[in-house]
């Protein structure tokens, strides 16, 4: 692997409050993204796409049993994606894999007329935005 790009994000570790609920809304996600599964452990995984990895971990030391994106701090995290296609594709299959579609009245282009994106959120409040390349 070359040398990572000064910048580039070396992970993002997300804490959630069900480990197996999130493997399979973040691991079939992230999977779809092109991620491979990069480490497994009692209360985590990981999953990683060239230098970047994306960690979900239950952790012990949790102060809360929820996600408000509407806190301070962390609202969403945005991917890139190849076409229009495939967020289409990905929208589609999102509800089997606990993602709900947000904005579902000004979807795909919730984000404004010249971007083609989904907006989903899992059952823990967390949210992210598919964004056709």
């Known amino acids: 692997m070359n040398s990572p790009t000064t910048g580039t994000l070396h992970h993002i570790e997300i804490w ?5 609920r999130a493997v399979l809304s973040w691991g079939w996600l992230l999977t ?3 991620y491979t599964l990069f480490q497994s452990w009692t209360a985590g995984r ?3 796409l060239g ?11 949790l102060t809360a049993a929820d996600h408000d994106r ?3 701090g962390l ?11 495939l967020v289409n594709a990905l929208t589609q299959q999102a509800p089997q894999h606990d993602w709900t579609l947000l904005f579902t ?8 007329p010249d971007h083609h994106a989904a907006y989903l959120e899992n059952s823990d409040g967390f949210e992210i935005e598919l964004v056709a390349a």
């Open 46 to 48: 990981s999953w990683r």
């Open 75 to 85: 609202n969403h995290l945005a991917f890139h994606v190849e076409s229009t296609h």
């Open 16 to 20: 959630v409050p069900d480990l197996d």
């Open 70 to 72: 509407r806190r301070p």
């Open 51 to 61: 230098p970047t990895y994306i960690v979900v971990e239950q952790s012990p030391d």
């Open 105 to 112: 009245d000004r979807h795909p282009y919730a984000g404004g």
């Open 32 to 34: 779809e993204l092109g």
